[in-house]
């Protein structure tokens, strides 16, 4: 089995199309072909996360999908943040997420704690 690491744009296409093949028809787990598809996998996301990285979402971007998936108001919010007038603060970043506001968001509506982790853009400039 011959493979090469993915140095270029090139190389990235070739193995694209070559991976590509492989999702029409997956080969099985631990034979030649599931090996070399594995290995392939790997490179592809490895070239991928160097060169094509991908932010976080911001915290309150975050909290507003997570709202929209699941048809929730702000006063559903309450539970995780405190009062109303505190959550539209929040959501109209005009104060930042404590610590326990992270936690309860991410235990209360699974939004990744690294996603709310991150200072909203609003903040990051200052």
């Given at each position: 089995m011959e493979i090469r690491p993915i140095h270029n744009e090139a190389d990235y296409k070739a193995v694209m199309r070559e991976v590509s093949g492989y999702?029409?028809?997956e080969p099985a787990p631990g034979t030649p072909a599931g090996d070399r598809f594995e290995v392939l996998l790997t490179l592809v996301e490895a070239y991928e996360n160097k060169h094509f990285p991908i932010d976080l979402p911001d915290p309150v971007e975050a909290i507003k999908f997570r709202m929209e998936q699941?048809?929730?108001?702000?006063k559903d919010l309450v539970p995780m943040i405190?009062?109303?007038?505190?959550?539209?603060?929040?959501?109209?970043?005009k104060r930042s997420?404590?610590?326990?506001?992270?936690?309860?968001?991410?235990n209360g509506l699974g939004i990744p704690a690294e996603?709310?982790?991150?200072?909203?853009?609003s903040l990051q400039s200052a």
């Open positions: 999702f029409e028809d699941s048809d929730l108001t702000a405190g009062r109303l007038n505190r959550v539209y603060e929040v959501l109209n970043r997420l404590t610590l326990a506001m992270i936690w309860k968001l991410h996603s709310l982790i991150r200072p909203p853009d």
